[in-house]
Nanobody
Framework: QVQLVESGGGLVQAGGSLRLSCAAS????????MAWFRQAPGKERELVAA????????YYVDSVKGRFTISRDNAKNTVPLQINSLKPEDTAVYYC?????????????????WGQGTQVTVSS
């Protein structure tokens, strides 16, 4: 298992950009697919982007395709999420998550390590 810490959230204007980062520490010697989830007020937590352990395969929910980019640096144990063209509906708490599998899953239950979240607020 690993410990995850998100950073980079904040208040931005619609159309702006943010770069979130997930830093992993602890038992990082295994292989982990990584993902970013978000949870807006009154809504369930949803997967927005995921990446395999190798970084060779990624997934994006339709609503963020072309605007969000997930990547990873296994040597530094970081997983950034570049967010461009922010919309008010992107407002949510963004969570980083890790899976013990090398390939990502779209199921929330397959992720067993979670960060505390970072708030992203987009004003119109």
């Amino acid at each position: 298992q690993v410990q995850l810490v998100e950073s980079g959230g904040g208040l931005v204007q619609a159309g702006g950009s943010l770069r979130l980062s997930c830093a992993a520490s602890g038992r990082t010697f295994g292989v982990y697919a990584m993902a970013w989830f978000r949870q807006a007020p009154g809504k369930e937590r949803e997967l927005v982007a995921a990446i395999s352990w190798s970084g060779g395969s990624t997934y994006y929910v339709d609503s963020v395709k072309g605007r969000f980019t997930i990547s990873r640096d296994n040597a530094k144990n970081t997983v950034p999420l570049q967010i461009n063209s922010l919309k008010p509906e992107d407002t949510a708490v963004y969570y980083c998550a890790a899976s013990s599998s090398s390939h990502y899953s779209i199921r929330r239950s397959d992720y067993d390590a979670w960060g505390q979240g970072t708030q992203v607020t987009v004003s119109s």
